[in-house]
């Protein structure tokens, strides 16, 4: 079965230091990854996504996402922070039939000056 | 502008009663999906749709219906059978299936009294 794990629901960062979420899955089938990001009553927005191909994928806002299949992790990265990045961040795995996505618990962003 | 509206943003209820939350996309996407946002849960799948007049259950369905009479259209009843309704709601489209980009609407946050 597909699932995602999102370790640490909460973390906290200098404004201008490295920002490093982890996301490992476990997926049945070749998996479709997702980063979504969600601002305080809003929806989500996408961040990046991993379908096929070259590994390292870059987004939106200077985030970035490295596929490794060895590890099944695929960690989201921004090399300085803005104040502006607080938020939530989501990482997603696609359904075993392709048809959905399982989605992980999130993790809360913040940034300090 | 292309998008996913959801009404009303605030919505509250008393327990017995049961209630329609609104999700429109005039993105002219095939596939439409319901979730429930709980702190520190994630995004829970309730429904979703990958054509009109067909509908599959998420993971979390009971106590809930939908139905897809149109395209752009995706309406969520949460019954008096949901025992614990309270929650953020969130409707998303994707063109055609789980790999796509999945476009949320804003929410809609659910209190019962």
Known sequence: ?113 | DGGITQSPKYLFRKEGQNVTLSCEQNLNHDAMYWYRQDPGQGLRLIYYSQIVNDFQKGDIAEGYSVSREKKESFPLTVTSAQKNPTAFYLCASTERGGTDTQYFGPGTRLTVL
């Open chain 1, 1 to 113: 079965a597909q699932s995602v794990t999102q370790l640490g629901s909460h973390v906290s960062v200098s404004e201008g230091a490295l920002v490093l979420l982890r996301c490992n899955y476990s997926s049945s089938v070749p998996p479709y990854l997702f980063w979504y990001v969600q601002y305080p009553n809003q929806g989500l927005q996408l961040l990046l996504k991993y379908t096929t191909g070259a590994t390292l994928v870059k987004g939106i806002n200077g985030f970035e996402a490295e596929f490794k299949k060895s590890e099944t992790s695929f960690h989201l990265t921004k090399p300085s922070a803005h104040m502006s990045d607080a938020a939530e961040y989501f990482c997603a795995v696609s359904g075993e039939g392709y048809n959905k996505l399982i989605f992980g618990a999130g993790t809360r962003l913040a940034v300090h000056p």
